[in-house]
């Protein structure tokens, strides 16, 4: 059975993915996996808070916000020099992409944003896939980022919209929305995917796959990060997900969205090799590589090498064409 790319998926048809018997709906997702992408084959991505702490905005899982007290010091933005002497060394350690961080509400038109737009013109001439997280944009600036050279931005709706109010009330599921459209516009590869561990329902996480997946347009990458618990966060004290919740995310987000990247992100520093396996299974072909997400602690790069040679994987090389498109141009 052929699986094909549909932006008209029902809430009703991803809730009977979502509750597949597991072990059905890895393999079908596997399935679905193998006929649009290399199945040994995952992306290294890293990420680099580019300027950390004392965001404005009320994010409940974020240890950025600066309203809540927690471990992180405010800094400013880094100098460009640093910034592509990390991407160097992440091109060295076999990253393909490179993130870069701000924790702010929003893009400002100022000398900060020059400097950014620099830093997006040095590591795309590194060959590597430039991406940003920047916080909302107007499609101007989507504009002056891609005449630079950005390659994609991040830009998550993190949960459903009926639970959206529940995590942040200082912007709304349509400011989320305008943004991706205005990258989309910009002809940016767009990143949007969200986090579990929230304290949402199953119906939330269907709420959401159906707000991705019903875009005009999939997201290429859609990253599933499970909730790191920061303490002075009012989320702090959220259970853990249980394995099976990631599963079955990363799963139902490879069946409705086959052909994009779906990406296994925070969360991975409390997941065993053969959880990691499962998620991989389930149809995740990326991960965020260096011991630090943006502020929060991630495998180091010694231990990833081991889960790729453990499970025989291999780094995907920059701006790859998917296999369906490939095949398309046959
Ligand atoms: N300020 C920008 C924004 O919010 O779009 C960019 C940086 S923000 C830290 C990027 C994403 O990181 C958020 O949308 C959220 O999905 C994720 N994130 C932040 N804190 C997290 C946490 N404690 N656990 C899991 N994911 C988290
Ligand atoms: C995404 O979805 N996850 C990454 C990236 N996009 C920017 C960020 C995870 C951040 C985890 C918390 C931290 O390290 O501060
Ligand atoms: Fe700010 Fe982004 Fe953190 Fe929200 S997630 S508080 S916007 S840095």
């Known amino acids: 059975m052929n699986a094909e790319v549909r932006n008209d998926w029902t ?3 991803i809730s009977a993915i979502y509750h597949m018997p597991v072990l059905e ?3 079908r997702a596997g399935q679905v996996h193998r006929q649009f992408h290399d199945s040994q084959e995952v992306q290294v991505c890293t990420l680099l808070s580019i ?6 905005e009320d994010c409940a899982y974020c240890p950025q916000a600066a309203r809540y007290h927690t471990d992180v010091e405010v800094e400013k933005l880094l100098p460009t020099q640093q910034v592509l002497q990390a991407a160097v060394a992440a091109k060295e350690a076999g990253s393909t992409r490179f993130c870069m961080g701000a924790a702010w509400r929003e893009v400002r038109d100022n000398r900060d944003f020059d400097k950014v737009l620099e830093m997006v013109k040095g590591v795309c001439d590194l060959g590597m896939e430039v991406c940003c997280t920047l916080g909302m944009l107007t499609s101007e600036q989507a504009e002056k980022l891609k005449e630079a050279g950005l390659y994609a931005y991040n830009h998550n709706i993190d949960t459903s919209e009926d639970h959206y109010s529940e995590i942040i009330t200082t912007r709304t599921y349509g400011d989320r929305l305008d943004t991706l459209e205005n990258v989309r516009d910009a002809k940016i590869s767009v990143c949007s995917g969200g986090i579990i561990g929230l304290g949402e329902s199953e119906q939330d996480r269907i709420g959401m796959l159906h707000t991705l997946s019903n875009l005009p347009e999939h997201p290429e990458s859609v990253p599933v990060n499970a909730l790191v618990p920061v303490p002075g966060t009012p989320l702090e004290d959220q259970e853990k997900v249980s394995i099976w919740e990631m599963v079955r995310m990363i799963a139902t987000a490879r069946i409705i969205m086959p052909k994009a990247m779906v990406r296994l992100s925070a969360g991975r520093v409390r997941m065993n090799t053969e959880e990691q396996a499962l998620c991989f299974l389930a149809g995740a072909n990326s991960i965020f590589a260096g011991d630090k997400l943006l502020t929060t602690p991630n495998p180091d790069v010694a231990t990833d090498q081991e889960l790729f040679q ?7 090389p920059a701006y790859k064409i998917p296999n ?3 095949q398309e141009l046959k």
């Open 11 to 13: 809430r009703q048809e």
């Open 25 to 27: 709906l890895i393999h």
């Open 51 to 56: 300027k950390t702490g004392g965001c404005p």
């Open 310 to 316: 453990r499970l025989d994987l291999k780094p995907r």
């Open 324 to 326: 369906s498109e490939i």
